[in-house]
């Protein structure tokens, strides 16, 4: 019962400091932020709880094929929304989704997930970084039931996961666990009322924080049976801010 008050406790809250700090320092800060392991750091730690470590540790591949289908989905709606409105872009953009997420599943290797999501993250920053403006502390407003609707959705993703992991499997509750619950609906709104170059702005900074989510489950991987699911959460998380925060700083100069 603990850990039911617990997960209406914490995820919210991420979601609603998420949703703030965008709001604070601009769009491209929300993407970094929306691109690190959040809700996922959540769902593997209390899968973990729930489940045991061993159930976390098979998770991973299913997560880092997630990242990689996650990053494809963002490439592929960045570039067909040149041509397409953004409700043809999002629709588009679902399948296509479904479509990759079925053939990294098929792959079944981390290896060939993460190689993957590495060359759709150089892809991404290099086809966004031309009509991002990451210098800009502007914000675009949403609508106010935006935020409530990001807490709200982070919160039933972890429910749904954690109450159904030994129905679903760890394969498929890993691939569940990233999805980007707070970065779409920010990177949507951001396009329609904002433009392209706001759309830039969130799919370059999730895509850096991406290698961090990486770096984050394969911490998980290797070290969850050893050190226990706290210090490795721990450590995960702050190796993945660490990452975004390196590589933020490296592509901005670059720029």
């Known amino acids: 019962m603990t850990a039911f008050y617990l997960k209406l406790l914490i995820t919210p809250l991420l979601m609603l400091s998420i949703s703030l700090a965008a709001k604070r ?21 209390f899968l973990s709880l729930e489940q045991g470590p061993a159930f976390a540790a098979l998770a991973v ?28 872009g999002c629709v588009t953009a679902l399948a296509f989704y479904v479509g990759v997420a079925v053939l990294m599943n098929v792959l079944g290797s981390i290896t060939a997930c993460i190689v993957i999501a590495l060359c759709l993250v150089v892809a991404i920053v290099r086809v966004a970084s031309k009509e991002a403006e990451t210098t800009s502390g502007g914000y675009v407003p949403v609508p106010r039931w935006i935020i409530p609707m990001r807490m709200l959705t982070a919160t039933a993703l972890l429910l749904v996961i954690t109450a159904g992991a030994q129905w679903l499997g760890p394969v498929v509750s890993g691939f569940l666990a990233p ?73 901005n100069q670059r720029r």
């Open 61 to 88: 591949p299913g997560a880092l094929a997630g990242v990689a289908a996650i990053q494809a989905t963002y490439l592929f709606y960045f570039l067909v929304t040149r041509r397409v409105s953004a409700l043809i």
């Open 179 to 251: 999805i980007p619950v707070i970065a779409w609906p920010l990177a949507v709104f951001s396009h329609v009322q904002g433009g392209r170059h706001e759309l830039g702005a969130i799919v370059r900074g999730n895509a850096i924080g991406a290698i961090g989510v990486i770096g984050f489950y394969l911490t998980l991987k290797v070290m969850v049976l050893q050190w226990g699911i706290y210090a490795t959460v721990a450590a995960g998380v702050v190796l993945a801010v660490l990452v975004t925060t390196l590589l933020a700083g490296l592509t």
């Open 25 to 45: 320092w601009g769009t491209h800060i929300g993407g970094l932020l929306s691109g690190l392991p959040v809700t996922s750091a959540a769902v593997m730690l």
